[in-house]
């Protein structure tokens, strides 16, 4: 089964800017549906981007023109581009791989926005 590697994460001013990285261990090529999910204390899981197979996104209202999701299907690498932080941003930012049925997640990485 495919792993992810997460990195990237920590400590950041708001307006400042952050780049998640997600690894894999296998190939992404054929990867219906990558993202990003995130979790604040006390808050449900969000899903805040997605990129599907012919390459078209999907950001959370929340995000939207802060974040960039993209892949590097050479490198099997996903990134999370974060810029303009926010405090409210602060929480715990999960990576996954494929469809519900057969998801693989990241372990996650600690996203802190403050001053």
């Known amino acids: 089964q495919v792993q992810l590697v997460q990195s990237g994460g920590g400590l950041v001013q708001p307006g400042g800017s952050l780049r998640l990285s997600c690894a894999a261990s296998?190939?992404?090529?054929?990867?219906?549906?990558m993202g990003w999910y995130r979790q604040a204390p006390g808050n449900q899981r969000e899903l805040i981007a997605s990129?599907?197979?012919?390459?078209?996104?999907y950001y959370v209202d929340s995000v939207k023109g802060r974040f960039t999701i993209s892949r590097d299907i050479a490198k099997s690498t996903m990134y999370l581009q974060m810029n303009s932080l926010k405090p409210e941003d602060t929480a715990v930012y999960y990576c996954?791989?494929?469809?519900?049925?057969?998801?693989?997640w990241g372990r996650g990485t600690q996203v802190t926005v403050s001053s």
């Open positions: 990129i599907f197979t012919g390459g078209s996104t």
């Open positions: 996954f791989l494929g469809a519900v049925a057969s998801r693989v």
């Open positions: 296998g190939s992404i090529s054929s990867a219906v549906t």
